[in-house]
């Protein structure tokens, strides 16, 4: 028995009869293949988008492919998978509804066929037709930027989840939300910050150019996430492009110009001379538009699955002045660190501090105190210290930080216990085997611990209220 169903949407019916071509369309396709492609490019339709058509995904058949694609101005996606087209053709239908009948299917292979206004997906005995929208309606997606290098994906992909822990999740501080990636040699520094504790992580990656001048990108935290989920289970090398402001092609169209006003002042317009400097100017012009058109943009591609976000236009902190040049480290088993951090704050709440107590060949875990609950525990770690040392810390924070080092030791690296501290991750209790992630936070203000005499102060802004201090050089309020 074959089951039909006619679905239209809102966006369809607003949509119906503004276009007045008719989709030609015939192409199918593995049914897991496109279901992945789906769900991949699904990742770019917003739940209110701005315009009837950003709800859709185009679907675009050539040859033996098909291309999956859609894009909300910020983030744009594509896929391309095999395919058998006996009609090429060009066409846009609902993202959410063709996303979500995709899961129900279970056929091996979904035909899919345009008629009139109408997509026909035929999967096995099931049959669904949908309303498309007017593609020519569609607006052009942005281009892949071209410069840019590769790095293996299991690597990036959990240097992103690492740094996402520490970024800011309040939106009218557009900078903090975002992951800064440099490029610099042969390594990708990652960066991520909420200003009471930042994270860091260096990843290798051969660019196209080994003697490009360092770059900077900074890419909206939730955007990278929504890439590290779509590859986590990627095995291979991801490519990474970045693309410049279009100062470069700006200034050569506006020398092109010149150029052409001045010949045009001596010579008649159809002059040969003039000619050809009319035809470089125009071409320096279409060079710049297309420059603009790419610029602030960072990609991302694995195979034939592309992704493009826009770049946040802050500026971002300077970071590598907090971490510390030399330290003292105390070192403790991660796993067992960790279940007594979690044990002990129990009893702490968020503004609530876990203290730890270094000396010689423990650490003291301890929250609560006077008619409050109480807890503390003991853990084996070696502080190397002269004199113990006792810093606070908030407990959500330290947690965070011990959850993403994915090693056997915790190097706790200390000046004073009022500075920040430095987290890395070791397999080795000797410490000589750093990954290249680091965790710093920021301790808490306890009364009656000694504090520095002269503490950081923000650049800019108030001291946010609590008992967190913020990282110096890192603003309170740094608008976009």
Partial sequence: MTTTLELTTPAADQAAGASTATPQFNTTVDRKALLVAGNGVAASLTTRPAAPVLA??????????????????????RDRIPAVTTTPGR?????????????????????????????????????YTLQTLPVEDYPQLPAIPAAGGTVDAPALVAAIKRVFVSVGRDDTIPMLTGIQ????????????????????AEVPWIPDDLDAETWTALLPAKFLKTVATRWAKAVGDLRLTWQHEAGAEAAAEAKALQTLAELESRMWHGHPDVVKARDVADRRTEARVQAEHRAGLAGL?????????????SEYVRYRSLFPTQNTGAVADTKALLAA?????????????????????????????????????????TWPGETPLVASFNPGFLIDGLKTLNT?????????????????????????????????????????????????????????????????????????
């Avoid at 990652?190 to 504790?197: I, K, Q, S």
């Avoid at 002990?344 to 875990?365: C, E, H, K, M, Q």
Wanted: aromatic residues 6%; glycine residues 10%; charged residues 20%.
């Fill in 56 to 77: 859709g995904i185009v679907l675009e058949a050539t040859g033996g492919h098909l291309t999956l694609s859609a894009w909300n101005f910020d983030h744009a996606t």
């Fill in 91 to 127: 066409l846009l239908v609902h993202g959410r509804l063709l996303h979500d009948l995709l899961k129900k299917l279970d056929a091996e292979h979904v035909t899919l066929v345009a008629e009139g206004s109408k997509l026909i997906v035929q999967a096995g005995p099931t049959r």
């Fill in 181 to 200: 990636i440099t490029g610099e040699g042969k390594t990708l520094m990652l960066a991520g910050t909420d200003r009471f504790r930042l994270a860091t």
């Fill in 301 to 313: 591609a694995f195979g034939e699955q592309h992704t493009t976000g826009r770049c946040l236009k």
């Fill in 341 to 381: 951090v979690e044990r002990v704050a129990l009893v702490a709440d968020r503004t609530s501090p876990i203290r730890l107590s270094f000396d010689g060949a423990s650490v003291l875990l301890e929250a609560g105190a006077g008619d409050e609950a109480q807890a503390s525990e003991p853990v084996r770690a």
């Fill in 408 to 480: 056997r030791y915790v190097r706790f690296g200390f000046t004073i216990a009022a500075k920040p501290a430095v987290l890395t991750g070791h397999h080795s209790p000797v410490c000589d085997d750093f990954d290249g992630y680091r965790y710093l936070m920021m301790p808490l203000r306890v009364p009656g611990q000694a504090t520095d005499p002269t503490p950081p102060e923000p650049e800019t802004g108030s001291k946010p209220s609590g008992p967190e201090q913020a990282l110096s050089d890192v603003p309170a309020a740094a608008a976009a």
